[in-house]
T-cell receptor, first 114, second 114 residues
Framework: NAGVTQTPKFQVLKTGQSMTLQCAQDMNHNSMYWYRQDPGMGLRLIYYSASEGTTDKGEVPNGYNVSRLNKREFSLRLESAAPSQTSVYFC?????????????FGPGTRLLVL | AQKITQTQPGMFVQEKEAVTLDCTYDTSDPSYGLFWYKQPSSGEMIFLIYQGSYDQQNATEGRYSLNFQKARKSANLVISASQLGDSAMYFCAMGPTGGFKTIFGAGTRLFVKA
């Protein structure tokens, strides 16, 4: 039981390049999330997927797209990377338990855009 | 607007002593949940404790307890008998019950002294 896995762990991009961050969970959770964490700040929600087949914008969606490939996998795509997207990206998943939507996080992807 | 405020950027505590990390919040949701997460220097996000807004009793999980004062809109984390391994960043978070848009505070960095 690996929980939530993310690939890659670290990536360097040049401005304008594109890339996809991969996330998978093996907990049979319905909901999945993408966050970014910038220095001195908490996590900010980029996109979420309440269930397979649905996606919705979070607090900071501009510059990103997502795909909920199946129940297990939720990817985040940067079409044209910008230095402002340098951050640590976390994927999370959750399954409501007695109305408690506790989220379980992956190890994070550190992205540097030059 | 929903908001989470953690006013202590850094805290020091002596090993084996108790420490309280402050968290205040603002929300218009009638039902919500409050969470605390720990982020060690290795970077992963670890769920610690949850409190529902309609829970009558304060939540406890081992050495962690949540001092929930609904009228004051505060949800402070109390760590008893601090250990060196408790040195980490701690984030308070809030989300609507059954909802998906969890917001996080900026975090408090805790240093445990031997």
């Amino acid at each position: 039981n690996a929980g939530v896995t993310q690939t890659p762990k670290f990536q360097v991009l040049k401005t304008g390049q594109s890339m996809t961050l991969q996330c998978a969970q093996d907990m049979n959770h319905n909901s999945m999330y993408w966050y970014r964490q910038d220095p001195g700040m908490g996590l900010r929600l980029i996109y979420y997927s309440a269930s397979e087949g649905t996606t919705d914008k979070g607090e900071v969606p501009n510059g990103y797209n997502v795909s909920r490939l199946n129940k297990r996998e939720f990817s985040l795509r940067l079409e044209s990377a910008a230095p402002s997207q340098t951050s640590v990206y976390f994927c999370a998943s959750s399954e409501a338990k007695a109305y408690q939507e506790t989220q379980y996080f992956g190890p994070g992807t550190r992205l540097l855009v030059l | 607007a929903q908001k989470i405020t953690q006013t202590q950027p850094g805290m020091f505590v002596q090993e084996k002593e108790a420490v309280t990390l402050d968290c205040t919040y603002d929300t218009s949701d009638p039902s919500y949940g409050l969470f605390w997460y720990k982020q060690p220097s290795s970077g992963e996000m670890i769920f610690l404790i949850y409190q529902g807004s309609y829970d009558q009793q304060n939540a406890t999980e081992g050495r962690y307890s949540l001092n929930f004062q609904k009228a004051r809109k505060s949800a402070n984390l109390v760590i008893s008998a601090s250990q060196l391994g408790d040195s980490a960043m701690y984030f308070c978070a809030m989300g609507p019950t059954g909802g998906f848009k969890t917001i996080f505070g900026a975090g408090t960095r805790l240093f445990v002294k031997a």
